[in-house]
């Protein structure tokens, strides 16, 4: 909604500027950085989407804003940074699961991704990670988006995930005869084969490199606990990904897996539902940041609903065998201070449940302030997008989300948002290209 200008003792003037400007103001926003809130801020935003400049109202003064400006108000609410959720597979329904998928054309996926991208930006996620997605559905979403031919989050998107013949990521639900004998795209069995598929992948837009150094939950024929890479050929995927500037992800639920993808270099650990005292130990000894990035919500949906979305009872098995010591060990990596940040695997459950992940990370021993830098402060930092995304701070985008109550007693707040705003816009208002009234 529109700010009334107010009539009051003391005026806040607005700077004069070349052009028509945009401002937010609200109760409050949180600096994640220090963990505190700034009071009655008026956050200018310029034509690129990033604020220019962030300013207080005093006791009793008033905002004035100038002929064509535009103000955006949340009154009695408190703003927090976009949220940064750093595992999404958009492309990928959780309510279609095992051979239920082969029911379904090709171009399905590509088609559900769009509500789903929407849907996660009406939660408040502003930026996302797809961490792989066929037919580079993620590279063309982000297109999509940015040319406002849809709604959603700024997306980092990895192509193709890359692994090993026969891994988690090459699919076995079907026979030879249907599956064919040609490599699938991402698939090397040598550090220059893999070191190729880096390469191609980023040729065609991969802005991540995703890896599967273990088995997985939802493949047929891997165990999560199973290496499935060595440590030069991870390695080789890693040194490339840096190489042309780009992070490397890797899928790792087992504790040698985990080990092999730290000493590799690799820059963030998917799941890490299995890791030992030493994994823990090596991720906090590297010279190299790396991050944990545990999905520890996922299985109540799964667990509830895997029957009926087509899971297959092998699936069921080993994801109720890797929940709990997923949880267990996500509060012993955090204790011991391994760099956390906010993943939520969506895809295998729905959107609507992403934000509870919230008040599960903090049942596993986080602060709620952690819990939120989990999905800012530190996601921007694995991400490399320090200037771009994470906080709310001059020079980054004014990605927001604005909540009523106390987001730093109660983090369940975070389910129920009352505002986001993207690039200084709210969402709410947004209209996709097509659609936009024309003159």
């Known amino acids: 909604m529109r700010l009334a200008i107010l009539a009051a003792a003391a005026a806040f003037v607005l700077p004069q500027a070349a052009h028509a400007d945009t401002y937010i103001t609200a109760e409050r926003y949180l600096d994640v950085e220090a963990g505190r809130y700034v009071d009655n801020p008026v956050i200018r935003v310029g034509e690129d989407g990033r604020i220019v400049s962030i300013d207080r109202l005093e006791e009793g003064e008033a905002l004035t804003a100038r002929a064509g400006d535009t103000v955006w108000t949340y009154p009695g609410k408190t ?7 750093m595992h999404v597979h958009f492309a990928a329904p959780a309510d279609i699961r095992g051979y239920r998928r082969y029911q379904k054309t090709d171009s399905f996926w590509a088609v559900t991704s769009v509500p789903t991208a929407q849907a996660m930006l009406e939660l408040g996620f502003t930026t996302v990670r797809m961490v792989g997605s066929r037919d580079r559905i993620g590279v063309g979403l982000k297109q999509a988006i940015e040319d406002g031919y849809v709604i959603g989050p700024r997306i980092v998107p990895a192509g193709y995930s890359l692994g090993a013949t026969g891994g988690h990521c090459d699919s076995s639900f079907l026979p030879p005869s249907l599956a064919g004998d040609e490599k699938a795209e991402g698939i090397g069995d040598t550090p220059d084969e893999l070191k190729f598929q880096v390469r191609h992948q980023r040729k065609y837009g991969a802005e991540v490199i995703k890896v599967c150094a273990t088995g997985g ?7 999560p606990g199973q290496p499935q890479l060595s440590v030069e050929e991870l390695k080789a995927i890693a040194d490339e990904a840096h190489q042309w500037g780009l992070q490397a992800a890797a899928h790792a639920h087992g504790a040698e897996g985990i080990k092999r993808a730290i000493a590799a270099g690799i820059d963030t650990i998917e799941h890490a539902s299995l890791v030992d005292a030493e994994g823990i130990r090596m991720a906090v000894e ?33 994801d109720r065998e890797i929940a709990q010591a997923q949880r267990d060990n996500f509060r012993a990596a955090h204790e011991a201070g391994v760099g956390m940040v906010f993943g939520s695997d969506v895809g295998v459950m729905p959107p609507n449940w ?30 490399g997008r320090e200037d771009d995304v994470g906080a709310i701070a001059v020079g980054r985008y004014a990605d927001m989300v604005a909540v009523a109550g106390d987001p730093l007693v109660d983090v369940t707040v975070l389910e129920a948002v009352e505002g986001v705003i993207k690039g200084g816009e709210p969402v709410d208002r947004m209209v996709p290209w097509a659609l936009e009234p024309k003159d």
Do not use: C, H
Request: aromatic share 10%.
């Open 217 to 223: 939950v939802f493949s047929l024929n891997t165990e």
């Open 286 to 318: 590297r010279d190299r940041p790396v991050w944990f990035s545990m999905d520890i919500r996922n299985t109540d949906y799964t667990q509830a609903m895997g029957t009926s979305t087509g899971t297959l009872p092998e699936n069921l098995r080993k």
């Open 354 to 383: 992403v934000p509870g992940q919230f008040a599960v990370m903090v049942d596993y021993g986080m602060t709620p302030l952690e819990a939120i830098r989990a999905a800012t402060w530190n996601a921007a930092q694995a991400l």
């Open 79 to 85: 703003l927090l940074p976009g949220l940064i959720d």
